[in-house]
């Protein structure tokens, strides 16, 4: 069974603390996107990759980056957490080309 | 500006009570337009790809269908067990790996 896996399903963080989120998939997907869901504000993409340290931004990377070192393997970055990033984190993989998404279950990130 | 709107935000049903939910886009080109159901606390499932005006796809008691500025998605006699958020996405008009998504309808069927 396919399955994109996320690491941490709560973490509780301070601002200003470092916050690591990791995602990884099975499914030899090229393509892996980082969304965060807000009430009334939908999904909305943070950064995706096509490729071993390849990167792209997407609608809302201020305040964020990533790292693609494996294939499997993407993990999203919170150099300095705010209280603005408590947030769903939600990770997803697709093949190249496709959009069909397959998603973890989801990252529920509180800055306190 | 690419954008997808979803209607109604919430909707309730008596178990049976069969009904459609709408997702509305306006990008150029279509590439295929996504529906996905999330339940609660849980990521967004993959339903169906709709790819141009007149097809239909059906999966059990859904039935999603597509125009050309809209689609919708069609739940008949509804069973407590399809209560969950269904979101609609298209890709973006210049950067079609990115899908934008709307906010979803929150369906809730009640025995």
């Known amino acids: 069974d396919v399955k994109v896996t996320q690491s941490s399903r709560y973490l509780v963080k301070r601002t200003g603390e470092k916050v690591f989120l990791e995602c990884v998939q099975d499914?030899?997907?090229?393509?892996m996107f980082w969304y965060r869901q807000d009430p009334g504000l939908g999904l909305r993409l943070i950064y995706f990759?096509?490729?071993?340290?390849?990167?792209e931004k997407g609608d809302i990377p201020e305040g964020y980056s990533v790292s693609r070192e494996k294939k499997e393997r993407f993990s999203l970055i919170l150099e300095s957490a705010s209280t603005n990033q408590t947030s769903m984190y939600l990770c997803?993989?697709?093949?190249?080309?496709?959009?069909?998404?397959?998603f973890g279950a989801g990252s529920r990130l509180t800055v306190l | 500006e690419d954008q997808v709107t979803q209607s109604p935000e919430a909707l309730r049903l008596q178990e049976g009570e069969s009904s459609s939910l709408n997702c509305s886009y306006t990008?150029?080109?279509?590439?295929?337009l996504f529906w996905y159901r999330q339940d609660p606390g849980k990521g967004p499932e993959f339903l169906f790809t709709?790819?141009?005006a007149g097809e239909e796809k059906e999966k059990e008691r859904l039935k999603a269908t597509l125009t050309k500025k809209e689609s919708f998605l069609h739940i008949t006699a509804p069973k407590p067990e399809d209560s969950a958020t269904y979101l609609c996405?298209?890709?973006?008009?210049?950067?079609?790996?990115?899908?934008?998504f709307g906010t979803g309808t929150r369906l809730q069927v009640f025995p």
């Open positions: 499914m030899d997907h090229e393509n």
């Open positions: 709709l790819y141009s």
């Open positions: 996405a298209v890709p973006q008009t210049y950067n079609t790996d990115k899908l934008i």
């Open positions: 997803a993989s697709s093949l190249l080309g496709a959009n069909v998404l397959t």
């Open positions: 990008v150029s080109g279509l590439r295929g």
């Open positions: 990759s096509y490729d071993v340290k390849m990167k």
